[in-house]
T-cell receptor, first 114, second 116 residues
Framework: NAGVIQTPRHKVTGKGQEATLWCEPISGHSAVFWYRQTIVQGLEFLTYFRNQAPIDDSGMPKERFSAQMPNQSHSTLKIQSTQPQDSAVYLC????????????FGEGSKLTVL | GDSVTQTEGPVTVSESESLIINCTYSATSIAYPNLFWYVRYPGEGLQLLLK?????QKGSSRGFEATYNKETTSFHLQKASVQESDSAVYYCALGDQPNSGTYQRFGTGTKLQVVP
């Protein structure tokens, strides 16, 4: 019974490079969420999908960040021209239906931008 | 806006002592707040600890309890006697009804260290 799988677990990029993070939600879950975790801000909502369709991306920085869900088995978060302030743990979560109460989180992808 | 404020960590407690981690919420656009506590143990992913969706009710799990108080807009996490294995980061979260089309909002997290 696999949980939410996120890859890579750790990624180090140089300033200005691109970073792509992958998430495989739990099979059968229709909602997929992306959060960013930092010490200062805690868990910040970025975006979410319902049945692969983007529903709310109000938390996404308008420039450089994009998310897609090309099929029900994976979602990607892409950060172009990474900056040191993008360094964080990026968490993906899925749920049977959005906001039913239990989000199932992956272990996160720790991004370090040098 | 809708937000959550919780005890700023780190919090250090001696084993067998009692614990309270405060959580208050603001739900300006959420008509029927649902409240949650999540926990992240060292080396593990974030997981649900307990949830309460009805005001006035209490949730409990693993010896922890939290009561949804609508009057004080609070959802404090309590445990009578902590153990070293409770050392983790705890997050309070605010959500809406199922299928509301919104997302859960989290506090900044409280790191708990239980010492022998």
């Amino acid at each position: 019974n696999a949980g939410v799988i996120q890859t890579p677990r750790h990624k180090v990029t140089g300033k200005g490079q691109e970073a792509t993070l992958w998430c495989e939600p739990i099979s059968g879950h229709s909602a997929v969420f992306w959060y960013r975790q930092t010490i200062v801000q805690g868990l910040e909502f970025l975006t979410y999908f319902r049945n692969q369709a983007p529903i709310d991306d109000s938390g996404m920085p308008k420039e450089r960040f994009s998310a897609q869900m090309p099929n029900q088995s994976h979602s990607t978060l892409k950060i172009q021209s990474t900056q040191p302030q993008d360094s964080a743990v990026y968490l993906c979560a899925s749920s049977l239906r959005e906001n039913t109460g239990q989000l199932y989180f992956g272990e996160g992808s720790k991004l370090t931008v040098l | 806006g809708d937000s959550v404020t919780q005890t700023e960590g780190p919090v250090t407690v001696s084993e067998s002592e009692s614990l309270i981690i405060n959580c208050t919420y603001s739900a300006t656009s959420i008509a029927y707040p649902n409240l949650f506590w999540y926990v992240r143990y060292p080396g593990e992913g974030l997981q649900l600890l307990l949830k309460v969706i009805t005001a006035g009710q209490k949730g409990s799990s693993r010896g922890f309890e939290a009561t949804y108080n609508k009057e004080t807009t609070s959802f404090h996490l309590q445990k009578a006697s902590v153990q070293e294995s409770d050392s983790a980061v705890y997050y309070c979260a605010l959500g809406d009804q199922p299928n509301s089309g919104t997302y859960q909002r989290f506090g900044t997290g409280t790191k708990l260290q239980v010492v022998p």
